[in-house]
């Protein structure tokens, strides 16, 4: 843990990292509650997914990739979404071909790239000593656009998820408030993206969330426990990582279904 201090101390590199480690935590931990509730992992699955689409894009164009990934995130959700409130009974596989379609449509644009093609697994399973200060930057911002979204709709995103009809009855416009709420996954979904990569975004995103459901009932407090939980799995699979020279994204999620499995075993010896 000395040499992961110090490290952190002496090297710009881990300090962005460090850094991208609990900005991260602050999206996927507010945001991570909601999906939990709501129970659309499956979905926020293929909005991360599609999201490879976005990144080949703006690889082809020579434009900034994660600029490309903000657009083709809010792209999917909007399309997912509205597949999901329109084709109730062939959403699963309405979103398993946008999910596998947006990958294959990635591969291609970065394959077709003109020069030096990019390393695809730096995206699918994140590399988050890569990190730079400008990744930083857009992190910061897209945190500061998830919270104070969910502080001005807070109660909308809640009766949508907990009860459709009452919340229609209320005057709530639902079908909004659904789609809305995807695009904010769908940003949360790119800040994760150097993190842990496309492939392992859903557990960061859902288990220290669903960790900390297992300890409180109130939705505010399930997503500031999440955020610290977020915070604790990134940091100490990235010092783990460090150590044993291993694959920081993976590690992060090990740890994270480490922490999920321990707050089960918690909650049923608490209820036993």
């Not at 850094?19 to 926020?44: D, E, H, M, N, P």
């Not at 990144?55 to 959700?77: D, E, K, N, R, T």
């Not at 075993?265 to 608490?270: D, K, V």
């Amino acid at each position: 843990m000395s040499e992961f201090l110090q490290a952190v101390l002496d090297f710009r590199f881990m300090q962005y990292a460090l850094g991208a480690c609990l900005l991260a935590s602050v999206g996927c931990g507010t945001i991570g509650a909601y999906v939990v509730i709501k129970r659309i992992s499956f979905v926020a699955g293929g909005i991360a997914h599609t999201v490879l689409a976005g990144l080949g894009i703006a690889y082809f164009l020579g434009a900034v990739p994660l600029h490309g990934a903000v657009i083709a995130a809010l792209a999917a959700a909007v399309l997912i979404g509205w597949i999901k409130l329109r084709w109730r009974q062939e959403e699963d596989v309405l979103i398993a071909a946008t999910w596998s379609v947006g990958m294959a449509v990635g591969i291609l644009f970065i394959a077709r790239s003109p020069g030096y093609t990019v390393d695809l697994t730096s995206y699918l399973f994140g590399n988050i000593l890569l990190v730079s200060g400008s990744d930083l930057v857009l992190m910061v911002v897209l945190d500061a656009l998830i919270v104070s979204v969910v502080l001005l709709f807070h109660r909308q995103f809640l009766a949508t998820a907990f009860d459709e009809e009452f919340a229609r009855l209320r005057g709530v416009n639902v079908e909004f408030f659904y789609i809305f709420l995807l695009c904010i996954v769908a940003l949360t979904v790119v800040l994760l993206i150097q993190i842990v990569g496309l492939i392992l975004v859903m557990a960061l995103l859902v288990l220290p969330a669903a960790a900390a459901g297992q300890f409180v009932t109130s939705v505010t407090r399930m997503m500031l426990l999440a955020v610290a939980m977020s915070a604790l799995v990134t940091t100490a699979g990235l010092a783990t990582s460090f150590a044993a020279d291993l694959p920081a994204g993976a590690t992060m999620v090990v740890a994270a279904g480490v922490l999920y499995a321990a707050a089960l075993i918690m909650r049923r010896r608490n209820t036993a």
